[in-house]
Nanobody
Framework: QVQLVESGGGLVQAGGSLRLSCAAS????????MGWFRQTPGKERDFVAA????????NYADFVKGRFTISRDSAKNTVYLQMNSLKPEDTAVYYC???????????????????WGQGTQVTVSS
């Protein structure tokens, strides 16, 4: 099993920045891609960004391109999401996810991911 713990969420004004972290523990050697998703009440969980095991490949949702950056520190088993130029519509619970089935993929859909964190709230005020 793999455990994922997110941190770094909070309240920020529009135009501001936040950096989310996700620390993995347990059978981390089994993890391939890691990703971030977000969800607002009553809506489906949306893909935000993903990164391959060796950090060589990344994938971003169109609505975050140029504003968010995903990175990964394999030595620390941690993935980060740097969020800049935040907008009120970025308000959501952000979830970290890990994929143990796709050695080379950076999938953009939730069904591909096997492990999930508990989520961290990001609120952007206007």
């Amino acid at each position: 099993q793999v455990q994922l713990v997110e941190s770094g969420g909070g309240l920020v004004q529009a135009g501001g920045s936040l950096r989310l972290s996700c620390a993995a523990s347990g059978r981390t050697f089994s993890i391939y891609a890691m990703g971030w998703f977000r969800q607002t009440p009553g809506k489906e969980r949306d893909f935000v960004a993903a990164i391959s095991r060796n950090s060589g490949v990344t994938n971003y949702a169109d609505f975050v391109k140029g504003r968010f950056t995903i990175s990964r520190d394999s030595a620390k088993n941690t993935v980060y999401l740097q969020m800049n130029s935040l907008k009120p519509e970025d308000t959501a619970v952000y979830y970290c996810a890990a994929d143990r089935r796709s050695p080379f993929g950076v999938a953009g859909y939730a069904a591909r991911y096997d492990y999930w964190g508990q989520g961290t709230q990001v609120t952007v005020s206007s």
